[in-house]
C-alpha cells in the first residue's frame, strides 16, 4: 500500500515550471496543514531537536525525512494530489522579487514585507559582522495567499549554539513577516555558490559549505553558505533558527536542499551515498560521539525511529522520489 504514494517526482516553481493549477493546488493544502491543531505535547515544542539537527551530522537526513513526513501529511490530512514543489533558487537570485515562487501573485506563497517603521537602509551579518545592505520589507506580508497569516510558535531567533530558549513556550501570535533580499541572494546563494556545493570533494567540506559559517571555520565563501543565506534572504521568520518551517517556502527550499545532496551523492555514489561526518549535536556542544549508519533519529508521534542508514538513499526504504529537471 506504501508504494502507491511513494513514487513521487518532485517539481520545481520557478520560472513557470509549475501550471496555474497545480501551484493553486498546493496552496490550499498548506492553509489546511496550518489550521489543523498540534499533535505534539504543548511542552515538547519548538522541537527540542534544534540543537541536534542543524550544524551536526544528521542536518541532510533529518531535513529529508522531515520533508516526506509532511508531504505525506499534506496527501493524508489535506487532500493533496500533487508533489511537494522544490525551488531552484539560483535562478532569481539577481532579482528575488522575478520569482514566481515570492511575487506577491495569487499563485505565489506570498511576497515582500511591509515596510516596518523601524526600517534600517543596511544589516550585519553575525558571526562576521559584514554588513550588507537590507532589504526593501521586513513587516508583515500583506499580499498574496498568505497575507494577514499569524503564526504561532514564538520569535526564537537564538543564535546556532545556544541553549533552548526560556521564551520557549510564551505563545505570542504575531504576522508573518519577509524581507526579500536581492543582495543576499545575488552573491551568495547564485548558481556559483551551488556549483561550489557540487564540487566539494567531501562530505565534511559539503557540510561546511552549505551552512553558517561556523562550520567549523569560515566556508570557500567566506560568509555563508546558500542553505543559511537562503533562510535570512526571506526575512526574519525565515530566518528565525527554532521556527522557520513555518514560513510557507520552508519546505520548498529544504526540498532544493535535499536536491543538492543527492546531486552530490550521485557524482560519486559509491562514496558518497553514506558518507557521514560530524556527531548529533549543534557545533559538537556538548560533546556526542560522531554519528554512524546505526545512529537513531526518534520522531515522537510524527513517524517510527529512523537510522541514519534508512535516509541516506531516495530511493531505498520508504523513499522513492527522484527530482525534475
Ligand atoms: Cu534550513
Redesign the pocket.
Known amino acids: 500500500m506504501l508504494y502507491a504514494w511513494l513514487f513521487w517526482v518532485l517539481a520545481k516553481w520557478n520560472k513557470g515550471s509549475l501550471s496555474r493549477g497545480e501551484r493553486l493546488d498546493y496552496i490550499d493544502p498548506v492553509h489546511c496543514m496550518r489550521q489543523k491543531l498540534p499533535i505534539l505535547p504543548i511542552e515538547e515544542y519548538p522541537s527540542n531537536d534544534t540543537l541536534s539537527i542543524h550544524i551536526s551530522g544528521i542536518f541532510f537526513a533529518w531535513h529529508r525525512h522531515f520533508i516526506w513526513l509532511r508531504e505525506k501529511a499534506l496527501r493524508e490530512e489535506c487532500g493533496y494530489n500533487g508533489y511537494q514543489p522544490y525551488w531552484i533558487r539560483a535562478l532569481s537570485a539577481d532579482d528575488l522579487f522575478a520569482s514566481p515562487l515570492i511575487d506577491g501573485s495569487d499563485t505565489s506563497l506570498s511576497g515582500d514585507g511591509d515596510r516596518p517603521d523601524d526600517y534600517e537602509s543596511t544589516i550585519t551579518l553575525l558571526p562576521t559582522n559584514v554588513t550588507i545592505p537590507n532589504g526593501k520589507g521586513g513587516g508583515c506580508v500583506i499580499n498574496g495567499p498568505f497575507a494577514n497569516t499569524t503564526l504561532h510558535l514564538p520569535d526564537l531567533d537564538a543564535a546556532p549554539g545556544d541553549v533552548f530558549p526560556e521564551n520557549a513556550f510564551v505563545y505570542t501570535p504575531r504576522c508573518l513577516t519577509r524581507n526579500l533580499n536581492s543582495f543576499m541572494s545575488r552573491y551568495l546563494a547564485s548558481q556559483k555558490d551551488v556549483n561550489r556545493l557540487l564540487s566539494s570533494p567531501n562530505i565534511t567540506t559539503l557540510q561546511r559549505n552549505i551552512d553558517v559559517s561556523v562550520w567549523p571555520t569560515l566556508n570557500e565563501a567566506g560568509i555563508m553558505g546558500p542553505?543559511a543565506a537562503a533562510?535570512m534572504q526571506l526575512g526574519r521568520a525565515m530566518d528565525y533558527f527554532w521556527t522557520?518551517p513555518q514560513e510557507p517556502t520552508f519546505m520548498l527550499?529544504?526540498a532544493m536542499v535535499d536536491r543538492v545532496w543527492i546531486l552530490w551523492q550521485e557524482k560519486d555514489l559509491k562514496n558518497r551515498q553514506y558518507a557521514l561526518n560530524g556527531t548529533s549535536t549543534i557545533l559538537n556542544v556538548p560533546t556526542t560521539p560522531e554519528v554512524d549508519l546505526d545512529t537513531e533519529l526518534a520522531w515522537g508521534p510524527l513517524s517510527m525511529t529512523k537510522m541514519l542508514q534508512d535516509l541516506m538513499s531516495n530511493k531505498a526504504n520508504h523513499f522513492c522520489y527522484k527530482y525534475g529537471n
Do not use: D, N
Open positions: 542553505h533562510h522557520a527550499h529544504h
